[in-house]
């Protein structure tokens, strides 16, 4: 009768964290970003040339990426530029990165603390940059880094970008 | 009046609720240590693959050596912090490189088919193996050091 007793103890052990964990899962899935990505792995994954990268980059601007040094297109929507370039401006990327905002929901924007700012209405440099769908739909908020020789080496959705530029300088920093 | 049988058995289950609490605050510990709102993803993924690593491991070292093994609860803590380790790298300002699978795959188990919902299956799997083999061995309570895993790795006695 003991070792009955104890199996099921050991029973419940296990169903208590099937249950338990199995609705923090869910809890957690429920809780996900309408900008987030539809598959999580692929978003913020932190390591270069991931899945079919590196590929070369689509022109934003004249003169955009830069020749010869790190380029940084992020992709943010009209209506949060303002606290981008408030975090641009105290930012410090390593390597002097080329910063370019593409403000993909309206015909343009105005940001001094980037290089360049153009407008992606039509959203088509999301998608020649490979930007992937956000869960809620809509424009793409993520940015890509871009190397000296013109090829993507890291592409991201990141609705926080604007909170996380230090995870973006990790990337610039990790560009061979 | 409490009888000294009943009396062991409550303070064993109270330090075994002390190490649960123990590893709570540490697992949510390690959750805060990731910036960023989709840090729930990596958590999980890294949870459920360091702790099933660490129930085989727990598992195949209770079949050797006949006997639970001691503290249950830090084997697995152990392994996810092993599996995690990029992401203190990261957050210190290294980026993640293949290589970096060696921490228990820390880069590649993001993309296995399924994604959480697979480890999820594996760590349910790698605990209910666990716990099948406590119920064939002997629990750990010989060792007064480390008595306080008896209750949960009890097997027969």
């Known amino acids: ?176 | 009046m409490t009888t000294p049988v009943a009396a062991e058995g409550a303070g064993r289950a109270l330090r075994l609720c002390l190490w649960c609490v123990v590893a709570v605050v540490a697992e949510v510990g390690l959750y805060a240590s990731y910036r960023g709102h989709d840090a729930r993803f990596h958590w999980f993924t890294h949870f459920f693959v360091g702790a099933s690593f660490a129930l085989v491991v727990m598992a195949v070292v209770a079949l050797r050596r006949r006997r639970a093994v001691p503290v249950p609860l830090v084997w697995p803590f152990i392994a996810h912090v092993v599996a995690m380790f990029p992401d203190f790298l990261f957050a210190a300002g290294i980026a993640h490189q293949r290589w970096m699978d060696v921490f228990l795959g820390h880069i590649s188990t993001h993309f296995v088919p399924g994604r959480n919902l697979t480890w999820f299956v594996v760590f349910l799997l790698a605990l209910g193996f666990y716990l099948a083999v406590l119920g064939r061995v002997s629990p750990v309570q010989e060792d007064p050091d480390q008595r306080f895993t008896g209750s949960v790795t009890g097997g027969r006695s």
Request: net charge positive; with cysteine; glycine share 12%.
């Open chain 1, 1 to 176: 009768m003991r070792g009955l007793r104890l199996d099921r103890r050991l029973a419940v052990i296990w169903l208590l964290a099937a249950v338990g964990l199995g609705l923090l899962l869910v809890a957690a899935r429920l809780a996900r970003d309408p900008l987030d990505d539809r598959d999580p792995a692929w978003q913020r994954p932190g390591f270069l040339d991931a899945g079919e990268l590196p590929v070369p980059a689509p022109q934003v601007a004249p003169g955009v990426p830069a020749d010869g040094r790190p380029t940084v297109v992020i992709f943010e929507r009209a209506d949060r530029l303002a606290q981008l370039c408030r975090a641009l401006k105290g930012a410090a990327l390593p390597g002097r990165p080329a910063t370019a905002v593409v403000v993909v929901d309206a015909t343009t924007g105005r940001c001094d603390a980037a290089g360049t700012v153009v407008g992606d209405p039509e959203r088509a440099l999301a998608r020649s940059y490979g930007l992937r769908p956000t869960r809620g739909g809509g424009p793409p908020v993520g940015y890509a880094v871009v190397d000296g020789g013109g090829a993507i080496r890291y592409r991201t959705l990141d609705p926080a970008v604007a909170d996380q530029l230090a995870e973006v300088g990790t990337m610039v920093a990790a560009l061979p």
